[in-house]
């Protein structure tokens, strides 16, 4: 009798789509959509930090090896948006370089989770009071993430 080996569903799988919702890195909650294609992927994350902000990221994605856990490592953008809290304030933003470096887990079948540290580096900054002239920091800022995947 002859049996295939299982191949792990998600990123070096071939082409296709993943969604999902993670915890920490650019919002306390986001939803995903990765585009994938065998080893590599553009992920599109929309979250939020208090239903006062709105998060959006774009990244890169190179997974390695061919085992159900898997390294990866990517680049992007991330965009916030903070809508004015008072009078005289106007709508905040900031511009960040992401790096996300973590493990990804194909746990069964169509089904995945990931633990990754975002490393981040502001690069622009528009603060919500007009007044405050601050230099932005420069220190880079790691925020770890916690997801949960599937592929369609």
């Known amino acids: 009798m002859l049996t295939s080996p299982l191949v792990a569903q998600g990123p070096n799988a071939g082409d296709g789509m993943r969604f999902g919702v993670s915890f920490g890195g650019i919002s306390t909650v986001a939803l995903s959509v990765e585009f994938f294609r065998d ?3 553009l992920d599109i994350s929309v979250g939020t930090w208090s ?3 709105l998060s959006l990221s774009t990244t890169v994605r190179q997974y390695f090896g061919a085992s159900a856990l898997k390294p990866v490592v990517g680049a992007g953008l991330w965009l916030a948006a903070a809508r004015p809290t008072g009078e005289g304030e106007r709508t905040g933003l900031a511009l960040v370089l992401r790096a996300p470096l973590g493990v990804d887990w194909s746990m069964a079948d169509d089904h995945s989770t990931g633990l990754i ?3 981040n580096q502001g690069l622009w900054v528009k603060r919500s009071d007009p007044e ?3 230099p932005m920091n420069q220190r880079l800022v790691p925020l770890p993430e916690l997801y949960y995947r599937f592929t369609r």
């Open 39 to 41: 080893s590599r992927s």
């Open 51 to 53: 239903f006062q902000d």
């Open 132 to 134: 405050d002239d601050l």
């Open 117 to 119: 540290l975002n490393v």
